[in-house]
């Protein structure tokens, strides 16, 4: 049977892809912390929509997200391991040690528990979408922990699809320019106070994406018709990495 898992499926990304994926009629566990706004994609969307609270930090919370797919469907055959953090704007000189450990313990051990615990009930053939950031393929001043994740992402995304390649399992990571949603509103406010400027004036195409532009793109990957493509980092990002 097809479905998926997804975590950070409360935000803006994961909703957008937990909206496509029950389009093509496809059951999806959602995970997050925010119990209220799963309930709200459960009422929106119906029964293929299996709400599951959940800290992607905590190991034994992780384990029992893919335990819980495992008891609803036995297998999945698609995983978008989403959920992450912007952290605090500061320079590497400034930055709160604690504050670092936490964006790397959320954007990057997540990612790695995900793995870790999902690879196993995911079937063979299947396929899995890491999200990354544009921030993950260059640098940005003040974002040291966040650069820093994200450019782990990839680096294990790549590890990942060498390891399951032999049993058809793909592993992708997306990388995301400036989104429109809450977490571009907050860097932005951190970054640029209230001068104007947003991260769209950085952008060739001139504007914030939007988190279905990502979507399209995460659903194709967890896709037959991406058969061939794994090991690979996608920029949904208006040439923003190009430039």
């Known amino acids: 049977m097809s479905a998926a898992v997804i975590t950070?499926?409360?935000?803006?990304?994961g909703s957008a892809v937990v909206r496509r994926l029950v389009a093509q009629a496809v059951p999806v566990l959602a995970v997050d912390r925010d119990a209220e706004t799963l309930?709200?994609?459960?009422?929106?969307?119906?029964?293929?929509?299996?709400?599951?609270?959940?800290?992607v930090t905590d190991p034994a919370?992780?384990?029992?997200?893919?335990?819980?797919?495992?008891?609803?469907?036995?297998t999945v055959d698609r995983f978008f391991n989403n959920a992450g953090v912007e952290g605090l704007v500061a320079p590497i000189t400034d930055y709160p040690v604690d504050e670092f450990d936490r964006v790397l313990t959320i954007?990057?051990?997540?990612?790695?528990?995900?793995?870790?615990?999902?690879?196993?009930?995911?079937?063979?053939?299947?396929?899995?979408?890491?999200?990354?950031?544009?921030?993950?393929?260059?640098?940005?001043?003040?974002l040291g922990a966040y650069v820093t994740s994200k450019h782990g992402v990839v680096g294990i995304?790549?590890?990942?699809?060498?390891?399951?390649?032999?049993?058809g399992v793909r592993v992708n990571a997306v990388c995301p320019g400036p989104i429109a949603g809450r977490m571009?509103?907050?860097l932005e406010a951190a970054a640029f106070g209230d001068?104007?400027?947003?991260?769209?004036?950085?952008?060739p195409m001139g504007r914030h994406g939007t988190a279905d532009e990502v979507a399209a793109i995460v659903v194709w990957l967890?896709?037959?018709?991406?058969?061939?493509?794994t090991g690979t980092a996608h920029a949904v990002d208006g040439a923003f990495t190009t430039a």
Do not use: C
């Not at 009930?121 to 940005?140: E, Q, R, W, Y």
């Not at 995304?157 to 049993?167: D, Y």
């Open 39 to 55: 309930a709200a994609l459960h009422e929106e969307l119906g029964h293929l929509v299996v709400p599951h609270v959940a800290d």
């Open 184 to 186: 571009i509103n907050a």
């Open 157 to 167: 995304t790549k590890v990942a699809a060498l390891e399951q390649a032999a049993r």
């Open 107 to 142: 954007n990057l051990r997540g990612i790695f528990l995900g793995l870790k615990y999902v690879l196993p009930v995911l079937a063979d053939n299947g396929a899995v979408v890491n999200t990354s950031s544009s921030l993950g393929l260059v640098g940005a001043p003040g």
């Open 195 to 203: 001068s104007g400027t947003t991260f769209a004036s950085f952008v």
């Open 61 to 74: 919370q992780v384990e029992g997200y893919a335990a819980a797919a495992r008891e609803h469907w036995g």
């Open 8 to 13: 950070g499926a409360g935000g803006a990304i």
């Open 222 to 229: 967890m896709s037959p018709d991406a058969s061939f493509v």
